[in-house]
């Protein structure tokens, strides 16, 4: 006898819409970021970049375990680009 494999659970539309939403903030969070490069300097940006990968990969994987905290991920990603700026404006002399 073959067990067969069990049907993933449908997410709710509420989860999709909530999906959605957050997915377009952080692409919007992009935006911004592209102008960071007027005030950082490249290993900068290149980290910012790298933040922002790794907070969308975040994203996409809490999309199927928990997608009504997707939109705390463009939240979190906004914060830490703006703190990392505010840090490298004081503290390291990013100037435009």
Do not use: D, N
């Amino acid at each position: 006898m073959q067990m067969q494999p069990e049907p993933r659970a449908r997410q709710s539309a509420a989860a999709i819409v909530v999906f959605v939403v957050a997915l377009l903030a952080h692409l919007a969070i992009g935006v911004p970021l592209l102008a960071a490069g007027l005030v950082a300097p490249l290993y900068a940006i290149v980290l910012f970049w790298s933040f922002w990968g790794a907070m969308l990969l975040v994203l996409l994987r809490l999309r199927t375990s928990r997608p009504l905290l997707t939109p705390l991920v463009p939240v979190a990603t906004a914060a830490g680009l703006i703190g990392a700026l505010s840090f490298g404006g004081e503290v390291l002399g990013w100037t435009p």
